[in-house]
C-alpha cells in the first residue's frame, strides 16, 4: 500500500533536530547549510521537477560535481517518488549514452561544462538542466522560482529509490535497483551498529555518486540529525584541519593509506574522533596496523557491494581484526556456499550469499539476470569468495568474478578488455588488478600484439582509452607478453598473471 510514511525522506524528516536552524552541512569554506535548507530546498527542487513533467517512478540521471545542492536533488528525487540515478563525474560519453538509452531518464543534470556534449545523446522528450559545484545553473534558477508544497509522496516501501548501475562481468553495465526500505534499513540499522551520537559531526570526503558516499554516509547522518564537514574530495592536509572537529570518518583505504603518508598526522589530531571506517576495498593488513600504532584507533572495516549496501562490519565493541570483515549486519543472514548453493563447513572458502531487508529488488530491465544471481530460497549470490569462522565473523578471500576495486570503485576487467581489443594492433587481452599501495588494486592491462602490427607501445593503448572509458577503469599499465596462459579448456589463468607481475608496484 503507498504511504507518505513509507517514503525514505519522511523517514528522515521525523528524525530532523528539533531546531531546524542546525548545521546539516558545512563546507570546507565554511559555507553552512541548515536543516531547514535542506527541506526547503528540497522540496522546492521537486516542485520544479514536477513542473517539467518528472512524476513518480521517472529516472533523474544525475552527472554533477558534489556540492550541498548535489545532495538537495538527491533528496528531492526521494520525496517527490523520482528514481535518483548518480553517474561518476568520470565516465566518457559513450558510457553516457548507454545509461541514457537503458534508463531512459526523464531528466539530465548535468554541469554547465558538459550540458553540450551529454545533450547529444538525449532525446527530444528528455529535459536537460545544468547545476555547477556552486549552486548555479538551470536547475538552480528553476528551483528558486518553484514554490514549495512539502511534496512527499506515497510510495509503497519496495518502490525504487536509485538505480546504480554496476560495470558488467560481459561488459555490459547493470542497473541495480534499490528502495525506499533498503535504504532506511541500513540508515537505521548501521545508525545503531555504529554509535552514532546526537550532534556528532561527519568529516565527508567521499564522492556522492557511489553508495559509499551517498547512501552510507549521508544517509547515516540525516537518520542522527546531526551535521557533515563536507569536502569537495580527499586531501591530507584538509583532513588533518578539520579532523578534530569530527567524531566520525568513513574512507576507503587509500585514504588511510595517504595519511599514515603525511608526517603531520598523528594521535593529537585525531583525539577527538571517535569511529574511523573502511570500507569499498580491502584494507590491508599493514594499513590497519599502522594506523593503530600511529594513532591509537582501530579502524572498522565493513564489507558491502552495490546490490545490497552493507553485509558486515567489525563490532563497534569487541574484536576488529585485521582481514576481517566482521559479523553479518542484524536482520542480515550470510551463508558460504560452494557453486550449486551447498553450505560448505566453518572455515572452508566458498561464495558468500545473503539474503535480508538489505538486498535490492532486482537488475532494471534484466529479469533473466536478476534470476540467475539469486538461489531459489532468496539467497543473493554475492561472487565474493569468502570463509566464516565457527563465532561467524568473516573473511573476503577473493572475487569470483573477477572485479578489480580501485580507489574504491569497483572495475570489472570485461569491460575493459573489450575496448583494449577494439584496438588495431592489439590480439587479445587480459586485465587485472595487482596490489598497489595508494589505491589496493590498480587496474593492469597485459596484452598480446597482433603479429601484423607488432610495434604498437603502451602510449597508444593507453592514450586510445581515454575517450572511450571512464578514468578509473583505465590501465595504470599495459604490458607485453608473448602468450597469455591458458588451462586445458583455453580459459586465460588470470591468477598466474596476478603471481608473475604480483610486485610491479611495489
Known amino acids: 500500500m503507498k504511504s507518505e510514511s513509507n517514503n525514505l525522506y519522511a523517514a528522515f524528516r521525523d528524525r530532523f533536530p528539533t531546531d531546524l536552524g542546525a548545521t546539516f552541512i558545512q563546507t570546507e ?3 553552512v547549510y541548515s536543516y531547514r535548507d535542506l527541506d526547503k530546498t528540497s522540496a522546492k527542487t521537486a516542485a520544479a521537477m514536477e513542473s517539467m513533467g518528472v ?6 540521471a544525475v552527472q554533477i560535481e558534489k556540492s550541498a ?3 538537495f536533488l538527491y533528496l528531492a528525487c526521494i520525496r517527490m517518488g523520482a528514481i535518483y540515478l548518480p553517474l561518476n563525474t568520470a565516465y566518457s560519453l559513450s558510457e553516457l549514452k548507454y545509461f541514457s538509452k537503458d534508463a531512459e531518464p526523464r531528466l539530465f543534470v548535468a554541469t554547465p561544462d558538459t550540458a553540450a556534449t551529454i545533450e547529444r545523446v538525449l532525446n527530444d522528450d528528455q529535459v536537460l538542466l545544468t547545476l555547477d559545484q556552486n549552486g548555479r545553473g538551470s536547475l538552480a534558477e528553476k528551483t528558486e522560482a ?5 511534496l512527499i509522496a506515497p510510495v509503497e516501501a519496495n518502490d525504487v529509490a536509485s538505480i546504480v548501475y554496476t560495470s558488467g562481468t560481459t561488459g555490459r553495465p547493470k542497473g541495480a ?3 525506499h526500505q ?16 546526537p550532534g556528532e559531526m561527519l568529516l565527508h570526503t567521499l564522492p556522492i555518486y557511489h553508495v559509499h558516499g551517498l547512501f552510507i554516509a549521508i544517509n547515516c547522518v540525516l537518520w542522527n540529525g546531526s551535521g557533515m564537514r563536507f569536502l569537495e574530495k580527499f586531501d591530507a592536509d584538509a583532513v588533518l584541519k578539520f579532523l578534530p572537529e569530527c567524531g566520525v570518518m568513513m574512507g576507503v583505504p587509500t585514504f588511510y593509506s595517504r595519511l599514515l603518508a603525511n608526517e603531520a598526522f598523528d594521535a593529537e589530531v585525531c583525539s577527538k574522533t571517535r569511529l574511523f571506517i573502511s570500507g569499498s576495498a580491502p584494507l590491508l593488513a599493514n594499513t590497519f596496523d599502522a594506523f593503530q600504532k600511529r594513532t591509537g584507533h582501530t579502524i572498522l572495516e565493513r564489507y558491502g557491494m552495490t546490490e545490497t549496501g552493507m553485509i558486515t562490519s567489525n563490532p563497534l565493541d569487541g574484536d576488529r581484526v585485521a582481514g576481517s570483515v566482521g559479523f553479518a549486519l542484524p536482520g542480515v543472514e550470510v551463508r558460504i556456499a560452494d557453486e550449486s548453493g551447498e553450505v560448505v563447513d566453518d572455515g572452508e572458502t566458498g561464495i558468500l550469499e545473503l539474503r535480508g531487508e538489505n538486498v535490492f529488488q532486482g537488475y532494471w530491465r534484466q529479469p533473466e539476470k536478476t534470476k540467475q544471481e539469486f538461489r531459489p530460497d532468496g539467497y543473493f549470490i554475492s561472487g565474493d569468495l569468502a570463509k566464516k569462522d565457527k563465532s561467524g565473523r568473516v573473511a ?3 572475487r569470483e568474478k573477477d572485479l578489480i576495486i580501485t580507489g574504491g570503485l569497483n572495475v570489472y576487467p570485461k569491460e575493459v578488455e573489450l575496448e583494449i581489443d577494439r584496438i588495431k594492433g592489439v590480439d587479445e587481452c587480459a586485465v587485472i588488478g595487482l596490489p598497489h599501495a595508494d589505491f589496493g588494486e590498480a587496474v593492469t592491462a597485459i596484452v598480446r600484439r597482433d603479429a601484423r602490427l607488432p610495434s604498437i607501445e603502451e602510449t597508444e593503448i593507453t592514450d586510445a582509452l581515454k575517450a572511450r572509458i571512464a578514468g578509473f577503469k583505465q590501465p595504470k599499465r599495459v604490458l607485453f ?3 597469455l596462459p591458458r588451462n586445458a579448456m583455453g580459459k586465460v589463468q588470470k591468477n598466474l598473471l596476478r603471481e608473475q607481475f604480483s610486485e610491479l608496484y611495489d
Open 182 to 197: 533498503n535504504l532506511a534499513f541500513h540508515a537505521q540499522t548501521l545508525h545503531k551498529l555504529w554509535g552514532f551520537v
Open 69 to 71: 545542492e548535489a545532495v
Open 146 to 150: 518553484a514554490t514549495d508544497t512539502g
Open 481 to 483: 607478453i608473448d602468450d
Open 55 to 60: 512524476k513518480l517512478g521517472d529516472r533523474v
Open 29 to 31: 569554506d565554511d559555507r
Open 396 to 398: 573476503i578471500v577473493g
Open 177 to 179: 535497483m534499490i528502495t
